[in-house]
């Protein structure tokens, strides 16, 4: 996703706030400045400061009945309205807050999407023809290391050399709100790494992944790089970095790692959040049991 830029100088000037005041990454400023831009164009006029508590419950109406979206969707643009009416308010462009009564939809409970251990092996093993040895073994390193850390596509293209110690195999990580935190990553990616580095090009640029050019990678390049090994494994199931990510947490809980040690590892505020892993852990018990006790393939 590339970074949004408002072109209405108010919540371009938002956008700003919540990048230097609130710490938030210029991904969350890039969403949150497309929702308030949305809303505004949805008033059809109406100045965002004189937007009515009315008018916000028949936005959120329209986003669920006309335009079907989420209520996850819909949660996030009811955080961004919040955000920036209290900036509003501290700005003193208005004294209230319109938005804060708004009761967000209740989310959709479901299990996070992940791959099996073997599927996992499969989408690693898969080789990509026509690569140069350098984006072939960068491209390894990258799918080893979103596997070995559980990091989000983010954070990869976030890191830079300083922050790996190929040697204890940890990282550093800047994660949502710019908070750090160490991460460790396995014997296979961090030969992965080793290998890469040693065609890494020559540049000034400090960022670990970097392209042919020697800039950074964006988070959109990696996104694609995913895309293409995902798609030429053959796997049935849709697979994304953030699936891979689920996959890890869960991988890690069956086999013996306890919750706290995973929430850490994945950088979550909450123990509740990393608590949903339980859940799709049992569920690949069920599925197992089923395919695998004798009786019910006799009966079936």
Same mark, same amino acid.
């Given at each position: 996703?590339?970074?949004?830029?408002?072109?209405?100088?108010?919540?371009?000037?938002?956008?700003? $706030?919540?990048?230097?005041?609130?710490?938030?990454?210029?991904?969350?400023? $890039?969403?949150?400045?497309?929702?308030?831009?949305?809303?505004?164009? @949805?008033?059809?006029?109406?100045?965002? @400061?004189?937007?009515?508590?009315?008018?916000?419950?028949? +936005?959120?109406?329209?986003?669920?009945?006309? &335009?079907?979206?989420?209520?996850?969707?819909?949660?996030?643009?009811?955080?961004?309205?919040?955000? *920036?009416?209290? @900036?509003?308010?501290?700005?003193?462009?208005?004294?209230?807050?319109? $938005?804060?009564?708004?009761?967000?939809?209740?989310?959709?409970?479901?299990?996070?999407?992940? =791959?099996?251990?073997?599927?996992?092996?499969?989408?690693?093993?898969?080789?990509?023809?026509?690569?140069?040895?350098?984006?072939?073994?960068?491209?390894?390193?990258?799918?080893?290391?979103? +596997?070995?850390?559980?990091?989000?596509?983010?954070?990869?293209?976030?890191?830079?050399?300083?922050?790996?110690?190929?040697?204890?195999?940890?990282?550093?990580?800047?994660?949502?709100?710019?908070?750090?935190?160490?991460? *460790?990553?396995?014997?296979?990616?961090?030969?992965?790494?080793?290998?890469?580095?040693?065609?890494?090009?020559?540049?000034?640029?400090?960022?670990?992944?970097?392209?042919?050019?020697?800039?950074?990678?964006?988070?959109?390049?990696?996104?694609?790089?995913? &895309?293409?090994?995902?798609?030429?494994?053959? =796997?049935?199931?849709?697979?994304?970095?953030?699936?891979?990510?689920?996959?890890?947490?869960?991988? =890690?809980?069956?086999?013996?790692?306890?919750?706290?040690?995973?929430?850490?590892?994945?950088?979550?505020?909450?123990?509740?959040?990393?608590?949903?892993?339980?859940?799709?852990? =049992?569920?690949?018990?069920?599925?197992?049991?089923?395919?695998?006790?004798?009786?019910?393939?006799?009966?079936?």
């Amino acid at each position: 996703m590339s970074i949004y830029r408002s072109p209405v100088g108010e919540v371009a000037d938002f956008q700003a $706030s919540i990048r230097l005041e609130r710490g938030q990454s210029e991904r969350t400023a $890039s969403e949150y400045g497309r929702d308030v831009d949305a809303f505004r164009s @949805w008033l059809a006029g109406t100045p965002l @400061w004189q937007a009515t508590v009315s008018e916000i419950r028949r +936005y959120v109406m329209h986003l669920m009945g006309e &335009r079907h979206y989420t209520a996850t969707s819909v949660r996030r643009k009811i955080a961004a309205l919040r955000a *920036f009416f209290a @900036w509003q308010r501290r700005e003193g462009k208005r004294s209230d807050n319109p $938005s804060a009564d708004i009761r967000p939809p209740k989310s959709e409970k479901r299990l996070p999407k992940v =791959l099996n251990e073997d599927e996992v092996a499969r989408l690693l093993e898969t080789r990509v023809a026509g690569r140069t040895e350098f984006t072939r073994l960068r491209d390894r390193a990258i799918l080893e290391l979103l +596997y070995a850390s559980g990091i989000r596509r983010a954070e990869l293209v976030g890191l830079n050399l300083e922050d790996i110690d190929l040697e204890k195999r940890r990282m550093r990580v800047i994660g949502k709100g710019n908070k750090q935190r160490i991460v *460790f990553f396995n014997h296979a990616a961090a030969d992965a790494m080793v290998l890469y580095l040693g065609m890494r090009p020559r540049t000034g640029d400090q960022a670990f992944f970097v392209g042919r050019t020697g800039k950074r990678l964006n988070a959109d390049y990696a996104g694609e790089i995913f &895309r293409l090994f995902a798609r030429l494994s053959g =796997l049935s199931k849709h697979a994304t970095p953030h699936v891979l990510r689920h996959s890890f947490a869960t991988h =890690l809980l069956e086999n013996g790692a306890d919750l706290m040690t995973i929430k850490e590892l994945l950088g979550h505020e909450s123990l509740a959040t990393t608590q949903i892993y339980t859940n799709v852990s =049992l569920e690949h018990m069920r599925k197992t049991y089923e395919d695998a006790h004798p009786r019910d393939r006799q009966d079936h």
